[in-house]
């Protein structure tokens, strides 16, 4: 590959001819979507199958025929009581279904390390969310949630008409949703489990067990990010009656596009296919060159490869395994040098830097050689002294400082409605903020509209900033202005 192709790829002009040439270079993707950029899978001239709801094509938002067909398959599959397709991703799903489980201005329970469309959900419903705090962990990542956590806060606020769980985390994460759905239940509670990151579950006993198997009234997935399959495409499932379907179909109507994309919804069709078929060899084979990896990891000697084995289960319930946790160590680096040196130097694209360490996500279409390279890629840093020798850029930051337990002002929805004063984020301290900021990926909220700014997590974000993390959310780019509610 010509040595200057990274050049070529940051200045080109046009967005196709970008992303040819990246599919051109020898850049590894350990990131989503989980394709992995195939040719196991044959799709079509995109332009020859791009349609709109024509004859003896059926309709999405009033399927009849061939797209109820392919979602009872879906339900079948998963085993869920109904099933639909989702071709605005996951957010669509959690919107809608937060968004049916409770009235305006009602209350949820949600652990805090959920995505931002649970925020966003709770702001256009103007509910009232109380969190629940994830474990934090040795390793310095966040923990699960833990079922006597959720009896307490049920216990302290009798006024809870839903539960909301982030699990598998961005971090591969697991709760023990079949305790909290017990739990939720026995408050005559729906459980809804955000499962993005875990369709592949349903198709490997080396996964741990799917939210729907636990009891989960509803849980959400990202086909693509872990399966192959376009991005947008995911599903929700949903498995009781306690969240109606006519409230769950209402929603997806506002929150999809009235435009859906039969590209997408083919996708969809051809994922669920592949996994019917040929799901059962396909993940034997990846879960052994997933193990062989972990094994390999074992002689690194500063630098860290998050096994189950490395958090208790009190701490950590359960790990998805797929998701490959590398900490900096005793390296010197942060988790965004190490990000770049595998990108820059090794040609690896990994989907996240945080403080201490980076994330790549595999799945089932990675390549044998592709982990081979990543972990040549890692002895090689492991080796090298001079990263030893270097240092980094400040501290790195764990999970339970970046993420720290928000203190409330007020409702989201209520801080969003105040009248607005901008000032120096440096100088909002005691405000309450009407914006998110977040890193992104993972999109988990280090402070939310309606909760007050403290200098403790102003000098969290000081230090994300200063380490090369993307801190977003902010209606000033430049992340040096905040929008809080006017005193």
């Known amino acids: 590959m010509p040595s200057n192709i990274f050049y070529t790829l940051q200045k080109s002009s046009y967005l196709d001819h970008k992303l040819q040439a990246y599919a051109d270079s020898d850049y590894y993707p350990f990131h989503m979507p989980g394709h992995k950029r195939t040719d196991k899978l044959e799709f079509p001239n995109p332009y020859s199958m791009d349609i709109t709801e024509i004859e003896g094509f059926d309709n999405l938002h009033h399927p009849e025929g061939i797209l109820k067909e392919a979602q009872m398959r879906a339900s079948e599959l998963f085993g869920s009581k109904a099933s639909f397709y989702l071709i605005n991703g996951s957010t669509s799903g959690i919107l809608?279904?937060?968004?049916?489980?409770?009235?305006?201005?009602?209350?949820l329970l949600m652990s805090r390390n959920s995505h931002k469309s649970a925020y966003h959900a709770a702001y256009l419903r103007e509910l009232n969310t109380i969190y629940?705090?994830?474990?934090?962990t040795e390793f310095g990542i966040s923990g699960s949630i833990s079922p006597a956590?959720?009896?307490?806060?049920?216990?302290?606020?009798?006024?809870?008409?839903?539960?909301?769980?982030?699990?598998?985390?961005y971090d591969g994460i697991v709760s023990d949703i079949q305790a909290i759905a017990g739990i939720a239940h026995s408050h005559n509670?729906?459980?809804?489990?955000?499962?993005?990151?875990?369709?592949?579950?349903?198709?490997?006993?080396?996964?741990?067990s799917p939210a729907l198997r636990c009891g989960a009234d509803i849980a959400i997935q990202s086909l693509h990010k872990t399966l192959p399959c376009l991005t947008q495409c995911a599903l929700l499932h949903v498995n009781s009656k306690r969240i109606g379907l006519s409230l769950i179909k209402r929603f997806l109507d506002i929150y999809q596009t009235s435009s859906p994309s039969y590209l997408l919804m083919s996708s969809i069709e051809q994922c669920l296919r592949f996994l019917r078929e040929e799901s059962v060899s396909q993940m034997a084979e990846y879960t052994q060159i997933l193990q062989a990896f972990y094994r390999k990891s074992e002689n690194l000697r500063h630098l860290k490869v998050f096994h189950k084995s490395s958090c208790p289960p009190e701490l950590c319930f359960d790990h998805d395994f797929s998701k490959i946790l590398i900490s900096v160590g005793s390296t010197g680096l942060t988790g965004k040098e190490l990000y770049d040196a595998?990108?820059?130097?090794?040609?690896?694209?990994?989907?996240?830097?945080?403080?201490?360490?980076?994330?790549?996500?595999?799945?089932?279409?990675?390549?044998?050689?592709?982990?081979?390279?990543?972990a040549a890629a890692l002895e090689d840093i492991d080796h090298k002294n001079r990263f030893n020798e270097a240092g980094g850029k400040g501290e790195p930051l764990s999970s339970d400082l970046i993420y720290q337990a928000p203190k409330h002002g007020m409702a989201i929805g209520e801080a969003m409605a105040q009248k607005t004063?901008?000032?120096?984020?440096?100088?909002?301290?005691?405000?309450?903020?009407?914006?998110?900021?977040?890193?992104?990926?993972?999109?988990?909220?280090?402070?939310?509209?309606g909760e007050i700014m403290t200098g403790k997590l102003l000098r969290t974000i000081s230090q994300c900033q200063a380490?090369?993390?993307?801190?977003?959310?902010?209606?000033?780019?430049?992340?040096?202005q905040i929008n809080v509610v006017k005193m």
């Open 189 to 208: 509670l729906p459980l809804i489990v955000d499962e993005a990151h875990g369709a592949h579950f349903m198709f490997s006993r080396k996964f741990p």
């Open 421 to 449: 004063e901008t000032l120096p984020l440096k100088a909002s301290t005691g405000y309450i903020s009407q914006e998110y900021i977040y890193l992104y990926p993972p999109g988990i909220p280090l402070v939310a509209p």
């Open 342 to 374: 595998l990108l820059h130097t090794y040609h690896l694209q990994l989907e996240m830097a945080s403080g201490h360490y980076a994330t790549a996500l595999t799945s089932v279409m990675d390549t044998k050689a592709g982990f081979q390279r990543l």
């Open 132 to 136: 629940l705090m994830p474990a934090a």
């Open 467 to 480: 380490q090369g993390l993307s801190v977003e959310g902010l209606n000033d780019m430049s992340g040096k």
């Open 149 to 169: 956590s959720v009896e307490q806060a049920l216990q302290e606020n009798p006024g809870i008409g839903a539960v909301f769980i982030t699990s598998p985390t």
């Open 96 to 107: 809608s279904a937060i968004s049916a489980a409770l009235p305006p201005r009602g209350a």
